[in-house]
């Protein structure tokens, strides 16, 4: 059981799931999947799977939120602000929002950030 217990601090990290649009990205979009995955790495996190819309999808963050959801990520990684529309507080309710470029966290307000403080 010690050596399970050893063998364990990869899954202590928080997961880290990535979003990339193609119609945001267009021709970058496998250099920007490869850069949201070294990113998320190199700031600790678990990196679980990279998330690409359906290009006909009418709410690709929506996509994005729920998948991030069912794998229980702590973070959603991104190229840049323009793969959530310009729009930090929407992935922010439940997850901390990690860009590439610029580097920038976007730390989560949901009830977890808030009920932390609130003993």
């Not at 059981?1 to 990535?18: C, H, I, S």
Request: aromatic share 6%; charged share 25%; net charge negative.
């Amino acid at each position: 059981m010690q050596a399970t217990e050893r063998d364990t601090p990869q899954n202590e990290k928080p997961k880290a799931v990535g979003f990339v649009r193609g119609e945001v990205s267009g021709s970058d979009a496998r250099r920007h999947a490869d850069a949201v995955q070294r990113h998320a790495r190199l700031l600790g996190y678990r990196y679980v799977y990279t998330v690409r819309p359906p290009q006909d999808d009418r709410d690709p963050i929506g996509y994005a939120l729920g998948i991030a959801s069912g794998l229980d990520a702590a973070a959603i990684v991104v190229y840049d602000l323009a793969q959530v529309d310009d729009q930090p507080a929407r992935i922010c309710e439940d997850f901390d929002l990690e860009t590439v470029c610029p580097a920038t966290t976007w730390a989560r307000v949901g009830p977890s950030a808030a009920g932390a403080g609130a003993a």
